[in-house]
């Protein structure tokens, strides 16, 4: 099943004696929807450009289903990419622009006619392939620059930030159509983006870099619901960190953690632990709970902003000792009129099992995990 | 404001420019010897250029020399275009400055600097040292125009045609020099029609082995007037027109 | 990128213009600059000893004259191309956009054409018994001739003649970059016409002034021939100077030292030009 396609070892490569990339590992699987996430600056789109071949790596290899690609020339790599601004021929029509590849293979005129066909069919432009790009709208110079990469049945697409420069409806609607296209051409995709939200909705796995380093390689909800480190948390979805530390253990199962001196019982982290370890515990803004006032449960706060966002309602808390929480709750159906005045006494809490706990790092300014 | 007054400027300033370019046109048909009256409908001057063989040989000279110097300006600077816009290089802004310079300084200044060049290496002058001169000033035009063409030009697509699987050279020979050939034609056009219209350089850099047009022009309308004058600029101004509009097409034609 | 194109070639192409340039450029203007501290010499035409005496020539009162009233003329001449061209560049930016294609069009027609030609159809129109003479004689405006020809006045006519476009270009590409938001913005916060004038439009048209100055200022002196064909004996420019120094005089020091104060001139004008950029937010070429 989880066959490897394309295997990076020990990928390093530096600009001007500035590390971009330090020793990567990564192995694509065949067929899969893998995305780079991270900053810009992280080093993704030159991981990209490695595997096109535009650049060498300074150390370590690439190798694709068995093949070493490390030094070979990018016209004779089988990947194609897609680029970030299209980087269409302006002077070559939508039809000549998808066939500009085949034609590099020499293929015979008839096949040519057809599979460009075929691949414009596929973007819906049929009836677009006598036009000069500057003749065709952001969102149909990007099919055309699908249609132009796939046309040529690569055994990898590599996307760099194509959805980029396209306004938020279009981009929308672009995402469900790459997604169809990979499961209709059932191509490896490498898709680049430094938008969380569209590598959870798109990709079987996410890769989360930082500085040339892999933070985190996993399914998007485990990227999300269980981040390896802070960087991930922080940088994938929004977190609040609550400062705890361990109370005690509980044997194999269970630890208690003292948080905001209230004493509750999670399931035991993968990593270790010791009795008076400070640590933080990690919850999303849907997983609190916001109480009333004269509850038992949770810590008291009191509301300082409130954001009608449609489907959900969110706020900012602040706790007595300082800490601030965000908060997001759904509309209740049976109270429509449900808000917070500014200023309202509330207290704070959240069902337990739905906490992630991570240890301290060297704070504030938080290094690169180790490993996940 | 009201339009008619900036509009009637506008055309004021148009007839002004253009009305010596009309006489000159008209007097090229006069028949009178004179040059300042109307003497009736006639051809004579243009027939008396074509007698004058000196004149003819230097049209020729002129023609093969703006041809040649177009050429190699063209090259040149396109090859130094795209090294300004490709490479990284030691003293990449001291060559942008020095083709700056050479545009904007004094024709005149350029001109002796290449006399006392010429002189000191023991060139002859005549074509050699004219082409040399003529290269040189029109150069910074050239790798203007181009890297114009070259700034809007996308640095991502050599590396799609190499992605689709074009070598180096297809790659040049597909993508590059299509995208860039309207700014290589604007740029040889204006290096055409500046080398045949420089008086300034080739006054100093000429020499009696290769007697070029606007010199031959400027020893005949130094002195008196000569209506054969009249002729000859008639055809430099359609040649010319005809040139501009063969560039302006070029260029409105490419603009996406 | 770099790496696409082979090392050989990127080679080929530096040592090619490199060397075009120090030999075509580089080193005829350093000749100039050992020219113009040398000692005239028949033969050879400049031999040491080194020797200021050049530059001590130019400021000899008969040149001085010749220099001053180039200037002058020079000035006058890039005067009126900028009170002409101010107006007809700004007038310009105001026609429609198809239009503005077509009269930027005939407005470089004369550029392309031969600059000695359309001086000879001046002349035409100027001399003695040219049609200008003749047209106002038969409106009756004057009774005999006048003298235009070969005076300071022809010389004038006939650089901005030849110069106006070089001003007018750099100012409509001003022009052009003059938001109109700017001149609301301007009115929207009290400003006056008059007052928006002088703090906004001349400010932001300031670089196309120096860029156009810069075309017209320096050519004007070194034109030599239209002083040859329109203004007679008496009114010459430095170019004038400096091509009988070198071509028939042989006095080379002297014309290198004549051609380095025009090349000083216009690194003072680029200088003025790129700060006025500079000012505006633009970074100078």
Redesign the interface.
């Known amino acids: 099943m989880n066959q490897t396609l394309l295997s990076l070892r020990s990928l390093s490569k530096q600009f001007d004696g500035k590390s971009i990339l330090d020793s990567l590992d990564l192995d694509i699987y065949d067929g899969e929807f893998l995305t780079l996430l991270g900053p810009s600056g992280c080093g993704k789109t030159t991981l990209l450009r490695l595997m096109?071949?535009?650049e060498?790596p300074d150390a370590g290899s690439i190798t694709l289903a068995g093949q070493d690609l490390t030094h070979t020339?990018?016209?004779?790599r089988p990947?194609?990419?897609v680029?970030?601004?299209y980087?269409?021929?302006?002077?070559m029509t939508v039809f000549d622009n998808v066939a500009?590849?085949l034609k590099?293979?020499k293929r015979p005129k008839e096949e040519i006619r057809q599979r460009v066909e075929e691949a414009l069919a596929m973007v819906q432009l049929e009836d677009f392939a006598g036009r000069?790009p500057?003749q065709l709208s952001g969102g149909q110079q990007q099919r055309v620059a699908i249609a132009?990469?796939v046309v040529?049945r690569p055994k990898v697409l590599l996307l760099d930030e194509p959805l980029s420069a396209l306004d938020y409806k279009l981009r929308r609607t672009m995402q469900v159509e790459l997604k169809r296209l990979q499961r209709e051409l059932g191509i490896t995709f490498v898709f680049v983006t430094h938008d969380q939200e569209e590598a959870l909705s798109m990709s079987d796995r996410v890769v989360v870099l930082k500085d040339g380093l892999i933070q985190q390689l996993g399914t998007p909800r485990e990227v999300y619901e269980r981040p390896a480190n802070l960087f991930t948390a922080r940088f994938v979805g929004e977190t609040n960190f609550f400062p705890g530390h361990v109370d005690r253990a509980n044997g194999d199962e269970t630890i208690t953690v003292d948080v905001f001196g209230l004493k509750r019982t999670f399931r035991k982290p993968d990593f270790p632990v010791s009795e008076g370890q400070p640590l933080h515990v990690l919850l999303r803004p849907e997983d609190i709970r916001v109480l009333a006032p004269d509850d038992a449960d949770g810590v008291p706060g009191k509301v300082v902003e409130r954001n009608y966002k449609g489907s959900t309602l969110d706020s900012v808390i602040h706790l007595a000792d300082g800490t601030e929480v965000l908060a997001s709750e759904f509309f209740d159906e049976d109270d429509p009129a449900f808000d917070y005045r500014l200023g309202e006494p509330v207290r704070v809490s959240w069902v337990d099992g739905w906490e992630w706990l991570l240890p301290q790092e060297g704070e504030p300014e938080q290094e690169a995990a180790t490993d996940a | 404001m009201s339009h008619w007054l900036p509009r009637t400027y506008l055309a004021l300033v148009y007839l002004l420019l253009y009305v010596p370019i009309a006489v000159l046109v008209v007097f090229s048909f006069n028949d009178s010897r004179t040059g300042y009256e109307w003497g009736g409908l006639s051809l004579r001057w243009y027939e008396a250029l074509f007698d004058n063989r000196a004149m003819v040989r230097a049209m020729w000279n002129s023609l093969w020399l703006a041809l040649s110097a177009a050429t190699v300006s063209t090259l040149i600077g396109a090859l130094t275009a795209l090294a300004l816009h490709r490479y990284r290089f030691r003293g990449k802004q001291i060559l942008n400055g020095m083709l700056f310079v050479v545009m904007m300084s004094p024709e005149i200044v350029l001109a002796i600097s290449l006399l006392a060049l010429f002189l000191l290496v023991g060139m002859q002058l005549g074509y050699v040292s004219l082409l040399l001169a003529h290269v040189t000033f029109c150069l910074p035009f050239v790798v203007i125009t181009v890297m114009a063409r070259l700034s809007g030009f996308d640095e991502r697509l050599p590396e799609a045609a190499r992605d689709l699987g074009a070598s180096d050279f297809v790659m040049t020979r597909t993508v590059l020099i299509p995208v860039i050939m309207p700014a290589l034609l604007a740029g040889w056009l204006l290096g055409f029609t500046l080398s045949l219209d420089d008086v300034v350089v080739s006054t100093f850099v000429s020499g009696p082995t290769y007697e070029i047009l606007p010199l031959r022009i400027y020893s005949m309308v130094r002195v008196g007037l000569k209506p054969e004058v009249n002729a000859l600029g008639t055809l430099l101004l359609v040649f010319s027109l005809v040139m501009l509009i063969l560039s302006q097409w070029i260029l409105l034609r490419s603009r996406r | 990128m770099r790496n696409l194109m082979q090392q050989p070639f990127r080679t080929a192409v530096l040592v090619l213009v490199w060397g075009w340039l120090l030999f075509l450029v580089l080193a005829p203007n350093l000749l100039v600059v050992g020219a113009s501290v040398m000692t005239r010499s028949p033969g050879t035409f400049i031999s040491l000893p080194l020797t200021l005496d050049a530059y001590r020539q130019l400021f000899d009162p008969l040149y001085l004259e010749v220099f001053l009233h180039s200037l002058y003329m020079a000035a006058v001449t890039t005067t009126v191309c900028l009170l002409i061209g101010y107006p007809f560049a700004w007038s310009l930016s105001k026609v429609g956009k198809q239009r503005q294609v077509l009269l930027i069009f005939l407005l470089i027609v004369p550029f392309w054409t031969n600059s000695l030609v359309r001086t000879y159809a001046l002349k035409l129109i100027l001399a003695t018994n040219g049609l200008l003479n003749s047209a106002l004689m038969s409106l009756g405006w004057i009774d005999e001739p006048v003298q235009m020809l070969y005076t300071e006045g022809a010389v004038v006519i006939g650089l901005v003649y030849l110069l106006l476009p070089f001003m007018i270009l750099p100012l409509y590409s001003v022009f052009e970059d003059l938001r109109e938001d700017l001149l609301r913005a301007s009115h929207d916060l009290g400003a006056g016409r008059f007052s928006t004038f002088i703090h906004v439009i001349v400010p932001m048209t300031l670089p196309g002034v120096l860029a156009g100055i810069m075309l017209v200022l320096l050519p004007a002196m070194g034109l030599f021939f239209v002083p040859d064909i329109l203004g007679g004996s008496r009114n010459l420019l430095v170019g004038n100077v400096i091509k009988n120094q070198f071509l028939d005089a042989r006095n080379w020091p002297f014309g290198a030292a004549a051609s380095i104060m025009l090349t000083l001139a216009m690194a003072f004008l680029m200088f003025a030009h790129r700060l006025s950029k500079r000012r505006i937010g633009e970074d100078g070429v």
């Open positions: 096109a071949g535009f060498h020339a990018p016209e004779h990947l194609n990419t680029f970030q601004n980087a269409l021929f302006p002077h500009y590849g590099m293979e000069k500057h132009r990469a040529k």
